[in-house]
Structure formats: structure tokens, C-alpha cells
């Protein structure tokens, strides 16, 4: 049966963690040279109804690297974008090409792709989650922390995409996950549902940042305005002010704690410049570990 990964909660512990071993040793094997063409001569076709940046140049750099092609295509390029059914859409890409990564908005999207599709299906970011890219904020907390066992997470901000996905990794990694959304943007209620039966106890939420930050080890946040909720822009900057990552509210957590975001920024907003190029921030290599976890998810599906 073809596998996908649209969400993490399709996923045990086990198997993630062994993507997340392999992402480190493409790392490795990609900085010191090391051939490793695991997709040769393979295609996959990168569909983006989204803008991008990191997860297309990522995405077609890494398959690349690892022998084969990326296709890129956009919505207003392709007959996807004009209307064609997306179950015609899965059906004849799935005839050329050897994997699809898919961004898009509703999450419905990528789940009917896959439904049609006899190839790989891949999340590359949905209105509901964005599980590449927290993958690669994990890769990134093991290499500066050795592993997320044991550690707090705090979140502060939106509950969107990436506030999801969070939710579901906390319950299935096992760590301590404390958001702090304002009322009104908390995260998605069935996903919030889900982790807190599968992993009761471990995911708070408060309107508080501080209580969020206040002795974490890992701090997390993103912009208040998603991409399509453009329009919404001014009246978030209402509802979430209090909520900037800045020094005063870092000071609350480890002395040693190290601050994850998914990017673009908007200093000001969401971060404040001196914490952003502060010296808890490991954004860039968050950035660049896209690349390697990519690989690894990719290599790990695509036969
Ligand atoms: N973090 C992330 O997904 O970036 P892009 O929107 O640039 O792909
Ligand atoms: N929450 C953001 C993430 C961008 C990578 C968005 O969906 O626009």
C-alpha cells in the first residue's frame, strides 16, 4: 500500500524517529561528500497553491541531491489551478511521476490526492499542519539538545498550522508542549482532542504568554497572519498584542534555551529583531534542516 505523509499522527514514535536518524545522516553525508542518490533517475512533482520559498528551493535542491528530479508546478500554471478534479489531477501524475508533494489550504486537498494517488503523497504545508517543518525543528532540537526527551516546549502565538502540529508531535514524541494562543485563536479543537487522549497531561494551553515561556527550554512562534488570512492582518495585530517574542518575555525561560521559527518572520510582530539574531536563535540551521529531513521523508517513502 502506497504510504503518505500528510500528518504525523499517520506515524508511530519509532518511525519518525528513524526518519529523524536519517535526516542527520544525509546531513552528515551531504557535507562531507558522501553520494547518496537513494531517488535515482526517480521524479517528484512539487505542486504549490501557496507561496514558497524554503520548502521549494529545499524540496528541488534535496531531490536533486539525491539523484532524481523535481517538477516544479503552480496553481496558476497547471490546469489544478483552472478547476480540474483533484482526483484526475492524483490519477495522471501519478502515471509520470514517482512522489507529489502537495501545499495547499484545506487539508481535504491533500487527503483526497492521496486517496487517488498511487505514488507518495507529501504535505508541504496545509491550513491544518505543516509536519515537515516541525521534523526539521525536531532534527533541530536534537542537535543542540541531544534529543526532545525531557524537555518543555512553549508556543507562542497563532494556534494555526504549525501550532497543530506541535500539538500532534508533543503526543506522539512524549514531551511537554504549554501554548499560549489569545482567545478566539486557539489550535484546532480535534486536533487538540486527539493529543490530549492519546497523551493526557502533556499539552496546556493559556491566553498568558509568560506562563507559556517561563522556564522552557525550546520557544516557539510564527506570524499572526497566515498565508490567506492576508485580508485579516490589522485585526490580529489587535488581538495578539502582548504576544511579541522579545527579550523580556525570553528571559523567562532556560538561561539556555534556543528559539525556533518556521520562517518568514516579521520582526516587530510576531519576534523582535534582537531575538531573532539573538544568541538563543537557531533559525538558520532550522531553515536548512528542511532539506535533510525532506530527504530523509522523501527517500524513506518513494521506492
Ligand atoms: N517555513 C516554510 O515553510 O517556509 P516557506 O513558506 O518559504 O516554504
Ligand atoms: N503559518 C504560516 C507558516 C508559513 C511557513 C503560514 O501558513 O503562512
Not at 264 to 285: F, L, M, T
Request: glycine share 8%.
Amino acid at each position: 500500500m502506497t504510504r503518505h505523509f500528510l500528518a504525523l499522527h499517520d506515524y508511530t514514535k519509532n518511525e519518525l524517529d528513524e526518519m529523524l536518524a536519517l535526516a542527520a545522516d544525509l546531513k552528515r553525508k551531504q557535507q562531507e561528500r558522501i553520494p547518496h542518490r537513494l531517488l535515482d533517475g526517480k521524479t517528484v512533482a512539487l505542486i504549490f497553491e501557496k507561496a514558497s520559498t524554503r520548502t521549494r528551493v529545499s524540496f528541488e535542491v534535496g531531490v536533486f541531491q539525491l539523484g532524481g528530479h523535481g517538477l516544479f508546478m503552480s496553481s496558476g500554471t497547471s490546469q489544478m489551478g483552472r478547476g480540474e478534479p483533484i482526483k484526475d489531477s492524483a490519477r495522471v501524475m501519478s502515471r509520470y511521476c514517482d512522489g507529489v508533494m502537495i501545499r495547499t489550504f484545506g487539508q481535504e486537498i491533500v487527503d483526497e490526492f492521496a486517496r487517488y494517488s498511487d505514488i507518495p503523497v507529501i504535505n508541504g504545508l496545509t491550513d491544518l499542519f505543516h509536519p515537515c517543518q516541525i521534523m526539521a525543528d525536531l532534527q533541530t532540537v536534537i542537535e543542540r539538545k541531544n534529543s526532545y526527551a525531557g524537555l518543555t516546549f512553549a508556543w507562542v502565538g497563532d494556534g494555526n498550522n504549525m501550532a497543530n502540529t506541535w500539538i500532534e508531535a508533543a503526543a506522539i514524541f512524549g514531551f511537554a508542549l504549554r501554548l499560549a494562543c489569545p482567545a478566539g485563536y486557539e489550535p484546532d479543537q480535534n486536533v487538540m482532542a486527539w493529543a490530549q487522549a492519546t497523551a493526557p497531561g502533556l499539552i496546556s494551553l493559556t491566553t498568558d504568554p509568560r506562563v507559556a515561556v517561563a522556564g522552557a527550554d525550546v520557544v516557539n512562534t510564527d506570524v499572526w497572519a497566515s498565508m490567506g488570512q492576508e485580508a485579516e492582518q490589522k485585526e490580529r495585530e489587535k488581538a495578539f498584542a502582548g504576544y511579541c517574542l522579545d527579550d523580556a518575555l525570553l528571559s523567562l525561560a532556560k538561561p539556555d534555551c534556543i528559539v525556533l521559527h518556521c520562517l518568514p518572520a516579521h520582526r516587530g510582530e510576531e519576534i523582535s529583531d534582537s531575538v531573532i539574531e539573538g544568541k538563543h536563535s537557531v533559525v538558520w540551521d532550522e531553515a536548512e534542516n528542511r532539506l535533510h529531513i525532506q530527504k530523509a521523508i522523501m527517500a524513506t517513502l518513494i521506492k
